[in-house]
């Protein structure tokens, strides 16, 4: 399908590296993409990149592959802390990047390729009629997607809004793995999701259950407060630094967001506008970018936009159903991890580990196989301790 005019409304990683798959394959493309907000806002702080996702780009896009993987920051270990005491998993192969240097490359790719990128374009209900003026229409434009909501009587959406809160916060501290930090406090249970993502700088999620964060007051507590509060519990782990808050930060409930339909007509649905995975599993950016390599394979291998569209929902969503699953079990495991405080930090870290079941007992031990020999050792000294039942 030669010399399209596409019109994306969101300038995220879906959309964006669309763009830049179809602009590359054929000059002849007429492709623009209205962002909301200006090249340098972004919420968040890091993101993170498992090998596999890193093959997907290399194979798609040397040239912004080579300029991602430059400012890379990598570890192969998972670092959870119970109680103080720090349990590390090996053999888990990750990298973290600032989410704004990864989306300024992106912006740079499509000026090189003559993508058109409409900053501080934000559209309402009737801009998108007008925007419906094309070959192809893409909403990604995120969870809290206005393309979805329009459409929603053809994508029939579905948003479950989950019980944790959550606020995605930096430091200067620089851990050196995925760090998972659990914390009892006067005023609940605390869990911080961390990562380095420069040279100066890591992520730090912070998630709590509603009662925490009633009795903490964080109702009452701007930006600042807040960053000081959540300092002050984890201050053994931060080193004493302090956590920074950016303009778009603000606690938040996870969505669950899935879609009946993934098309309609000329329109589809990519990244977090289509579906959400909770951030335990680290899968939100992966899941955007291989839905916008899949639908430009689809294009590629079909001889109209229905026919792709078609092949890209039917090929697609057996993965991210799957996927889904995986995180909402993730997600379970921390809306509840309270409840599992109580043990030690060996079986504990092996909770963490195997709690989306797409790590086995067998899968952990080809990453780590001295920690499942612990695991195991502690299994068998706690068992040969339990009373016996005459």
Known sequence: MAGMKINIVGGGPAGLYFGILMKK?????????????????????????SDKMQSYLRDHDAESHARITAKFQLWDNVDVIHRGVKTSIGGNRFAGIGRLAFLNIFHERC???????????????????????????????GANSLVRRHFAGAFRPTVDVRRNRY????????????????????????????YRFS??????????????????GFADMDDERACVFLADVFRDELCGRPLLSNNFVKWLRFPIVKNARWIDDHRVLLGDALHTAHFSIGSGTRLA???????????????????????????????????????????????NFGDRLHLDP????????????????????????????????????????EPRNS
């Open 167 to 194: 606020i995605w916060l930096g430091t200067q501290h620089l851990f050196t793995g995925l760090t998972l930090t659990f914390k009892q406090h006067d005023t609940g249970v605390y869990a911080a999701h961390s």
């Open 199 to 216: 040279e100066s700088h890591s992520t730090f999620i912070v998630e709590c259950p509603d009662a925490t964060w009633n009795a903490a």
């Open 289 to 335: 970018l291989e839905d916008a390599i899949a639908l430009y394979q689809a294009i590629r291998n079909r001889p109209s936009v229905p026919a792709a569209l078609a092949e890209f929902e039917r090929a697609r969503k057996p993965v991210v159903d799957e996927l889904q699953e995986a995180a909402l079990s993730s997600l379970l495991w921390f809306e």
């Open 111 to 141: 000026r090189e390729l003559g993508v058109r990128i409409e900053f501080q374009h934000n559209v309402g209900p009737s801009g998108l009629d007008a925007l419906q003026d094309c070959d192809l229409f893409i909403g990604a434009d």
């Open 346 to 385: 060996l079986p504990f870290a092996y909770e963490i580990m195997t709690r989306s079941g797409r790590i086995d007992h067998e899968g952990l031990r080809q990453r780590d196989p001295k920690f499942v020999a612990a695991y195991e050792r502690w299994r068998a000294d706690h068992a040969a301790n």
């Open 25 to 49: 394959a054929d000059p002849r493309h007429d492709i623009t993409i209205l962002e909301r907000d200006g090249p340098n806002d972004t919420f968040g702080w890091g993101i993170v990149f």
